[in-house]
């Protein structure tokens, strides 16, 4: 069994309330599973992180059933189950990004389906992304931000109207593909697979950590992994939230959370 060591910090609300995390973070025995629950912008459906909860249950005891099976099927199985046990539709429904780690004597295999990324270092790091919602127009609220509008009521109905928007193209071609109620996105994930004598690391996260690398630039991902293995994963996230304390407003860095929930998971082989 590899060395594994997880950490999560929740982050806030549109609004800056405080609330449980939406990511969820499974380690199974041959098996780790991360998933992102997307912020719900609507009262009458369950929220990204119950979503996440339940889909990451649903996957852990697939793979735990039939470990040999194809990891695309086996998420396009899990995604079926969920919203057929919940009336799920396509548009009427939670969603959630999903990475997933798996290896055996011979090999290690990721999957990355939205934006939680996976890095193996074989010995140099080898990003696993999934960059299609990137590429998804976002919205005016980023340039409200940049104008200093700040974490307003003004700045909830503009992520609310970036997010309308921004889900009409989900699950499309032209679009992005995330985990909802279409199994089939299952299969339009980001694949990767490594000979498990070459991999020496493994990094999982969800975007909470990830923008450190990719948005802030704070650090690259080798130096998230020493900084890990020196200080422990925690720190990374720290480093992430101190980055976003010096920037309250989002001028520097519009987002649209001023603290994102944050994931992070070290595997060492």
Not at 76 to 92: K, M
């Amino acid at each position: 069994m590899p060395e594994i060591a997880v950490a999560e910090a929740a982050g806030v609300g549109l609004s800056g309330e405080e609330r449980p995390s939406e990511d969820v973070v499974l380690v199974l025995p041959g098996a780790v599973l991360l998933l992102d629950g997307a912020t719900s912008m609507r009262e009458d459906l369950p929220s990204g992180g119950v979503y996440a909860g339940e889909l990451g249950a649903q996957l852990a005891a697939r793979l735990t059933a039939a470990p040999e099976l194809d990891l695309a099927d086996l998420l396009a199985g899990a995604i079926r189950s969920v919203a057929r046990g919940n009336g799920f539709t396509p548009g009427d429904s939670p969603c959630s990004t999903v990475a997933i780690v798996r290896w055996d004597a011979e090999v290690v295999e990721a999957l990355v389906l939205a934006d939680s990324p996976v890095v193996a270092f074989v010995p140099e790091p080898d990003v696993v992304e999934d960059q299609r919602l990137r590429h998804v127009p976002r919205g005016s609220y980023r340039d409200r931000l940049r104008g200093g509008g700040g974490y307003s009521a003004d700045h909830v109905a503009a992520v609310r109207a970036s997010a309308r928007k921004t889900s009409a193209l989900r699950n499309q071609e032209g679009g992005y593909w995330v985990a909802e109620a279409v199994p089939a996105a299952a299969h339009r994930a980001i694949r990767r697979s490594w000979p498990r004598e070459s991999v020496r690391s493994v990094l999982m996260a969800s975007d909470g950590v990830s923008c450190g690398v990719d948005d802030y630039g704070l650090f690259g991902w080798g130096e998230v992994l020493d900084l890990a293995k020196e200080a422990g994963p925690k720190a990374v996230l720290g480093a992430v939230r101190d980055a976003e304390l010096g920037d309250p407003g989002g001028t520097r860095w519009p987002r649209p959370k001023a603290h994102d929930d944050q994931a992070l998971v070290v595997i060492g082989f």
